[in-house]
């Protein structure tokens, strides 16, 4: 019996020491990408609290600008977004430290992002 209280203890110690979640925030992320094809890029992400729940994302990349409408459910940010004529859909799940990394298509493939806070 003293094992298992012990098992028991620890178990609730361990409990109470995890950290908080992270949560997405508004403000600007640095991007670090790559495309369906392999090749990478950068740029800014900027994510406004919108009307209605929702969230309006930019991106700029190089000189690209692309402007989304976003919302977050259960701790995923999914964007919609127009590129070139091609509607497109990425989501996002926030990590520990605040960053967000995810996938994207526009129906040519998956490419992905890690979008990090600034500072």
């Not at 402007?67 to 990425?90: D, E, K, T, Y």
């Amino acid at each position: 019996m003293p094992v298992l209280r012990m098992l028991l203890l620890a178990a609730a110690l361990c409990g109470l020491a995890l950290p908080a979640g992270a949560q997405i925030r508004e403000g600007a992320y640095q991007v670090e990408g790559q495309n369906p094809d392999g090749t990478t890029y950068g740029g800014v992400f900027m994510l406004q609290e919108a009307a209605g729940a929702s969230w309006l994302a930019t991106w700029q990349v190089a000189d690209v600008r692309l402007v989304g409408l976003g919302l977050i459910q259960g701790g995923v940010l999914a964007v919609s977004f127009v590129v070139n004529g091609r509607p497109g859909i990425a989501a996002y799940e926030v990590e520990a430290d605040g960053s967000l990394r995810g996938s994207w298509t526009t129906g040519g493939g998956l490419g992905t992002e890690i979008l990090k806070p600034h500072q």
